[in-house]
């Protein structure tokens, strides 16, 4: 089994983009490489938070964001999505659509469906969904919990979720985020970088 | 923040119908403190309306209470205030025991909207669809002219795949409200989604002419700056075309269909929309007054074939 892990500029956008629209459905992608220890993470590229089962701006957003990873020597290795409610953790069609297409350009695609249960806490958020075939996406279940000490998903340090809580909560850095639908609002907005939200400690 | 510049900011927020619920708890808060209720006069009403949904949305139950105990004394029995509770009520109980509370409502009067509407937004986030959508539709037959929820019901039927029910709904829309150029976008991507790609373009046409009503002159017109909806109109006029043009291409022998009937432009008119589009949204990021970012890469894009 291939082992992950994720990043703090990754964790920290996708926690921004659900914290700024906690009454929508978010998504987004993640870039990385693979290493010989496994899948980088490191970084995310929030797409949408309106009109999320509608896919023009997707695509277009999908493929700029494939195109700047490129240019930076990275993959999309990835998708995230953020639901409305609480208890809907499942990866939407719309979710399973893109995630096999970022998997057509890398095998060990993952998908995560952020946890708005554990989104406060000090636990990572996110809920690993792995494909076995082409299309069908299922959660992924080892003997470890996602993210646990043993488990094939790691953060690359245990105190990003508390750190990405106080970002949100003293720093009100997702207030900076912008994604690819502010984006075509004002082209000013720095969407594939986000480099205004991310803490100087980084 | 002085009392004033809250007031200010809440009653802007009150126009817009802005869902800012956090920025509302905190001001609304301070308001509260202050004993400035009764400074707004008959405006009180409606700010402790908007209060008490900030406050339920940002889980402040406490201050949603006091607001709603408030506006229970001055209006008892009131259908507004009805619908209130109701919300409150939705931020803590169960999903059946709401839903038997606006069975019960909707027995007693049965046109409340207000009540019969949070029903129906009730059922769609119990995930109970089928109902949702078969009250949804009955609402509409009795409440035609209510936007919201054709919009509503619109993106329900999107996010089941169902995109020809989705146009429908939205077809509505777009008679409710014919000069708004959001729903003749947001009808355009739906079409797009569905795979109508005249279609889509034509409403993408649609969208930037509403958009450029004001640009009287072809001269004005070439050196405007597409800005907001015109961005996004000209980026999927931008796709609509590299798709129709990709299409019929030597090699490819049949057109693209379209559920709707809906007739492309001819080969060389695709080819100056496309020219068009390229132009205008490249110009929408070289001609941004604050600078834009990302140029790089939407440059590659244009340039690409596939």
Redesign the interface.
């Known amino acids: 089994m291939v082992s992950y892990t994720v990043q703090a500029p990754a964790y920290f956008k996708i926690f921004f983009h659900a914290a700024k629209h906690p ?1 929508k459905q978010v998504n987004g992608v993640l870039l990385g490489v693979s290493t010989s220890s496994g899948v980088e993470i490191q970084d995310a590229i929030p797409l949408l938070h309106h ?1 999320t ?5 997707m ?2 957003g999908l ?2 964001a494939a ?2 990873a490129e ?1 930076l020597g990275l993959n999309l290795v990835g998708y995230y999505q953020a639901s409305e ?1 609480l208890d ?1 953790t499942a990866l ?2 719309v979710g399973e659509k893109v995630a096999s297409k970022v998997k057509e350009g890398f095998a060990d695609a993952v998908a995560f469906v952020i946890d708005g249960n554990k989104l406060g806490s000090n636990d990572a958020a996110l809920i690993p969904y792995i494909s076995q075939s082409s299309s069908t996406w299922r959660p992924f279940t080892e003997a470890s919990a996602p993210f646990s000490s043993n488990s094939s998903f790691q953060l690359s340090s245990s105190d990003l979720p508390t750190r990405a809580v106080a970002l949100v909560q003293e720093q009100h850095l997702h207030q900076k985020f912008g994604d690819f639908d502010d ?11 986000n480099r205004e939200a991310m803490p100087a400690d980084l | 923040m002085s009392i004033a510049s809250a007031l200010q900011t809440l009653a802007n927020y009150r126009s817009h119908s802005a869902r800012a619920s956090q920025d509302i708890v905190e001001k609304g808060e301070e308001v509260l403190k202050a004993n400035a209720v009764v400074q707004l006069g008959d405006e009180a009403w409606a700010f402790l309306e908007q209060l008490t949904l900030a406050a339920i949305d940002v889980g402040r139950l406490d201050i949603a209470d006091e607001c709603l105990e408030e506006l229970a004394k001055t209006f008892p029995d009131s259908p507004r205030v009805n619908v209130l509770t109701g919300i409150r009520m939705e931020g803590s109980e169960s999903p059946d025991t709401i839903l038997k509370f606006y069975n019960e409502q909707l027995k007693e009067e049965t046109a409340n909207p207000g009540i019969w509407k949070r029903k129906i937004s009730l059922l769609r986030r119990m995930g109970k669809i089928d109902d949702c959508v078969e009250e949804l539709s009955t609402y509409l037959d009795t409440f035609y002219n209510d936007l919201e929820g054709w919009v509503e019901l619109a993106d329900i039927y999107a996010s089941c795949h169902q995109y020809t029910s989705s146009l429908q709904a939205l077809s509505h829309s777009l008679l409710l409200a014919p000069q708004n150029p959001f729903y003749a976008l947001q009808f355009a991507e739906t079409a797009f989604t569905a795979n109508d790609i005249p279609l889509a373009l034509k409403m993408f046409l649609v969208v930037i002419d509403m958009c450029e009503r004001d640009l009287s002159t072809p001269i004005e017109a070439k050196e405007s700056v597409p800005s907001g909806v015109g961005v996004r109109a000209w980026y999927g006029l931008k796709l609509c075309c590299r798709r129709a043009l990709g299409r019929s291409s030597a090699s490819s022998s049949s057109s693209l269909t379209s559920q709707s009937n809906t007739s492309l432009p001819d080969l060389k008119k695709l080819q100056k929309l496309d020219e068009l589009a390229t132009e205008r949204v490249l110009t929408a990021y070289s001609a941004s007054a604050r600078g834009a970012e990302g140029k790089a890469v939407v440059m590659a894009w244009m340039g690409s074939t596939d």
């Open positions: 009454h009109w089962s509608l896919s023009p701006m695509e277009i493929d700029l195109r700047h240019s409610r809907d939407a069609p984006h075509l609002e004002d082209v000013a907005i720095d969407w594939l970088r």
